[in-house]
């Protein structure tokens, strides 16, 4: 079983930065895909970015040129850098991991004043 477990949330201003963590238990991090997805009440989730045990990622068309998803192996860790923020990206972000089955954090609050 992989536990996940983001951090990073906060409230911002419109145009600032944050960067999420999550952080896998167990062994077999490095052969999963790893994906933020982020939920609203009135959307469904929705990915937003994903890096390949590989380390090939793509990016939903709101996130591209401003988020970056990467990873650490030795640490287990995924990250996503968010730049130039906007009101709608206020959500709750998902940590996914994939290998065989789907795995899901409880999600972090991130909230973007205008």
């Known amino acids: 079983q992989v536990q996940l477990v983001e951090s990073g949330g906060a409230l911002v201003q419109s145009g600032g930065s944050l960067r999420l963590s999550c952080v896998a238990s167990?062994?077999?991090?490095?052969?999963?895909?790893m994906g933020w997805y982020r939920q609203t009440p009135e959307k469904q989730r929705e990915l937003v970015a994903a890096i390949s045990s590989g380390g090939s990622t793509n990016y939903a068309d709101s996130a591209k040129g401003r988020f970056t998803i990467s990873r650490d192996n030795a640490k287990n860790t995924v990250y996503l850098q968010m730049n130039s923020l906007k009101p709608e990206d206020t959500a709750v972000y998902y940590c996914?991991?994939?290998?065989?089955?789907?795995?899901w954090g409880q999600g972090t609050q991130v909230t973007v004043s205008s």
């Open positions: 167990g062994s077999i991090f490095s052969l999963m895909n």
């Open positions: 996914n991991a994939y290998h065989w089955k789907s795995y």
